[in-house]
Nanobody
Framework: QLQASGGGSVRPGGSLRLACAAS????????IGWFRQAPGKERERVSC????????FYADSVKGRFGISRDSAKNTVYLQINSLKPEDTALYYC?????????????????WGQGTLVTVSS
């Protein structure tokens, strides 16, 4: 089971750190993805890290501002989000999949967290 947390309301330019924690298993055996969905928009893959490691993926809209990292000791994957913009406002979800494929090509993620809301406004 995945639990996403860390969302909140911030002003433009602010930062948040989202966390994706797992219970009942270790995230080290999974690719992890962070997705977001804004009202009236399709879900967007913003970042992911493959099960085998390697360079993480970032959507063009978040490159240079978001950073994904694993903390194996805490069985948690973080998404550091900096320089927030109003267009980053969305419900952010984490997902996990045991596939060994590069995370960018994974489409049917097996496990989803419940989402954490990020609101950016002045």
């Amino acid at each position: 089971q995945l639990q996403a947390s860390g969302g909140g309301s911030v002003r433009p330019g602010g930062s948040l750190r989202l966390a994706c924690a797992a219970s009942g298993g270790t995230l080290d055996g999974y690719a992890i993805g962070w997705f977001r969905q804004a009202p009236g928009k399709e879900r967007e893959r913003v970042s992911c890290v493959s099960r085998s490691g390697g360079r993480p993926f970032y959507a063009d809209s978040v490159k240079g501002r978001f950073g994904i990292s694993r903390d194996s000791a805490k069985n948690t994957v973080y998404l550091q989000i900096n320089s927030l913009k109003p267009e980053d406002t969305a419900l952010y979800y984490c997902a996990a999949d045991p596939s060994l494929l590069p995370c960018l090509v994974i489409n049917g993620w097996d496990y989803w967290g419940q989402g954490t809301l990020v609101t950016v406004s002045s």
